[in-house]
């Protein structure tokens, strides 16, 4: 079997490191992956740049070409939107690999226009990392339901017409999608129950698979050494928040975490607990947060991001909308208590009062009291932190995504062979018979 990964990237963002651990889940397994990447971060022989050196080259400015469309909405809200129109020549280098079986990922920053997709003429799975692919142009939704009848109106352009830029492009995916030969993969069952009430997407199989990771990687490892290593202090109780983009992106919730700590400090945790943040660097007027708070930066090796699991006592997420975090998944292979907000799939994740706890959304004084309640008492931080082990060991492994997708894999070729067959037999059939 010969299948191709495609995706913007191999590990810059977290749908980046999600897919690049399914491809070596898949190469482990004796299956011949590759990827097709735009920006390429690893030395992996298997993961290849698209394009000749042009498009490489182009591929720098596409995200700035791609969106050009949204500047004409000047009061538009600060979430990216993707209308996905640059063109570019991907699917003549996808022919050339002549995979027997594509599985698309994360598209975005002009990777992949809409209509390219309907010339790979391959099955396709696509794996959601977010609500794009039915969606007019965003990645989250926020409180909008309009992706479930067609899009226009669009509140993230803040537009008031119906046929706006997102109406443009739901209908250009509408066209698109059609006839596509394509299954989903949701990483949760959240976005599967989105993806199946969407206008676009709701006739479409869909099937839930867990991302995974490498355990031997994210794994628990001493905490005094962790803190010795990354230089943090070994007498205070950690809270580790991080993601892509941590404090500027605002569905990650920064500001509830903000507001939580403040209540956090007023119950008397000023001097017992400290803030560590990966993902953002300490900014020039960093805001009071009632607590010290060191400021990693952007961590790109495996290694480091796991010893930083390791280091804290406790991992929040406290995000306004989520899919299957990969910052949860690792934090619970690290054996590090999580806190969020029960939305998306978060609550698929943290088990309430089991590995971590599960807040009300989005009330900072129950989100703050839940981070009291795991730090608390160390006999049952103890509990919660063999808990989130068993959780990752059981669910979220990488073997155990790849072995699913494998399983949905070969299920698709074999219909595909069967297909093809009974089009032969049709044909051979329907033939006239040879002049004598």
Same mark, same amino acid.
């Given at each position: 079997?010969?299948?191709?990964?495609?995706?913007?990237?191999?590990?810059?963002?977290?749908?980046?490191?999600?897919?690049?651990?399914?491809?070596?889940?898949?190469?482990?397994?004796?299956?011949?992956?590759?990827?097709?990447?735009?920006?390429?971060?690893?030395?992996?022989?298997? +993961?290849?740049?698209?394009?000749?050196?042009?498009?490489?080259?182009?591929?720098?400015?596409?995200?700035?070409?791609?969106?050009?469309?949204?500047?004409?909405?000047?009061?538009?809200?600060?979430?990216?939107?993707?209308?996905?129109?640059?063109?570019?020549?991907?699917?003549?280098?996808?022919?050339?690999?002549?995979?027997?079986?594509?599985?698309?990922?994360?598209?975005?920053?002009?990777?992949?226009?809409?209509?390219?997709?309907?010339?790979? $003429?391959?099955?396709?799975?696509?794996?959601?990392?977010?609500?794009?692919?039915?969606?007019?142009?965003?990645?989250?939704?926020?409180?909008?339901?309009?992706?479930?009848?067609?899009?226009?109106?669009?509140?993230?352009?803040?537009?008031?017409?119906?046929?706006?830029?997102?109406?443009?492009?739901?209908?250009?995916?509408?066209?698109?999608?059609?006839?596509?030969?394509?299954? +989903? +993969?949701?990483?949760?069952?959240?976005?599967?129950?989105?993806?199946?009430?969407?206008?676009?997407?709701?006739?479409?199989?869909?099937?839930?698979?867990?991302?995974?990771?490498?355990?031997?990687?994210?794994?628990?490892?001493?905490?005094?050494?962790?803190? $010795?290593?990354?230089?943090?202090?070994?007498?205070?109780?950690?809270?580790?928040?991080?993601?892509?983009?941590?404090?500027?992106?605002?569905?990650?919730?920064?500001?509830?975490?903000?507001?939580?700590?403040?209540?956090?400090?007023?119950?008397?945790?000023?001097?017992?607990?400290?803030?560590?943040?990966?993902?953002?660097?300490?900014?020039?007027?960093?805001?009071?947060?009632?607590?010290?708070?060191?400021?990693?930066?952007?961590?790109?090796?495996?290694?480091?991001?796991?010893?930083?699991?390791?280091?804290?006592?406790?991992?929040?997420?406290?995000?306004?909308?989520?899919?299957?975090?990969?910052?949860?998944?690792?934090?619970?292979?690290?054996?590090?208590?999580?806190?969020?907000?029960?939305?998306?799939?978060?609550?698929?994740?943290?088990?309430?009062?089991?590995?971590?706890?599960?807040?009300?959304?989005?009330?900072?004084?129950?989100?703050?009291?839940?981070?009291?309640?795991?730090?608390?008492?160390?006999?049952?931080?103890?509990?919660?932190?063999?808990?989130?082990?068993?959780?990752?060991?059981?669910?979220?492994?990488?073997?155990?995504?790849?072995?699913?997708?494998?399983?949905?894999?070969?299920?698709?070729?074999?219909? $595909?062979?069967?297909?093809?067959?009974?089009?032969?037999?049709?044909?051979?059939?329907?033939?006239?018979?040879?002049?004598?």
């Amino acid at each position: 079997m010969n299948v191709l990964s495609i995706g913007t990237d191999d590990s810059e963002s977290g749908a980046g490191r999600a897919a690049y651990q399914l491809h070596r889940g898949l190469r482990e397994g004796g299956i011949h992956s590759q990827m097709l990447v735009q920006n390429k971060r690893t030395d992996d022989p298997d +993961v290849l740049l698209q394009g000749a050196k042009f498009w490489r080259k182009l591929a720098q400015f596409s995200p700035n070409l791609t969106a050009l469309p949204v500047g004409w909405y000047r009061d538009r809200t600060g979430e990216i939107f993707s209308p996905q129109w640059f063109p570019g020549r991907i699917a003549a280098q996808v022919r050339g690999l002549d995979p027997d079986l594509i599985n698309l990922h994360w598209l975005g920053w002009g990777f992949v226009r809409l209509e390219t997709l309907p010339q790979f $003429q391959k099955p396709l799975v696509w794996t959601f990392h977010d609500m794009w692919a039915f969606t007019g142009g965003c990645h989250y939704t926020g409180e909008c339901d309009r992706y479930k009848q067609r899009c226009g109106d669009c509140p993230q352009l803040n537009s008031h017409r119906e046929q706006d830029l997102s109406r443009w492009v739901w209908k250009r995916k509408a066209k698109a999608w059609k006839n596509l030969d394509l299954t +989903v +993969v949701t990483p949760s069952r959240w976005l599967a129950r989105c993806a199946s009430e969407s206008s676009l997407l709701g006739d479409r199989r869909v099937e839930v698979i867990p991302n995974g990771l490498d355990l031997e990687t994210y794994k628990p490892f001493d905490r005094t050494i962790a803190r $010795q290593l990354l230089k943090l202090p070994s007498d205070k109780l950690l809270v580790l928040f991080g993601a892509v983009s941590a404090t500027s992106d605002r569905r990650k919730g920064f500001h509830l975490l903000q507001s939580a700590l403040k209540h956090l400090s007023e119950l008397g945790w000023r001097d017992r607990l400290e803030l560590v943040v990966f993902g953002a660097s300490e900014p020039i007027d960093p805001p009071d947060l009632g607590f010290r708070c060191h400021y990693l930066g952007r961590l790109r090796d495996e290694l480091s991001i796991s010893l930083v699991y390791a280091a804290a006592d406790l991992f929040a997420a406290p995000s306004i909308q989520d899919n299957l975090p990969n910052t949860i998944m690792e934090a619970l292979s690290c054996g590090t208590p999580c806190i969020g907000f029960e939305i998306g799939g978060i609550g698929e994740m943290i088990e309430h009062q089991g590995n971590g706890y599960l807040a009300t959304p989005f009330e900072t004084e129950n989100f703050a009291r839940g981070i009291a309640w795991i730090l608390e008492d160390p006999e049952r931080w103890q509990k919660l932190r063999d808990r989130a082990r068993e959780k990752a060991q059981a669910e979220f492994s990488r073997d155990l995504q790849a072995r699913r997708y494998l399983d949905l894999f070969d299920e698709l070729l074999d219909r $595909q062979s069967e297909r093809c067959s009974k089009g032969a037999a049709s044909r051979t059939t329907q033939a006239p018979p040879l002049q004598q």
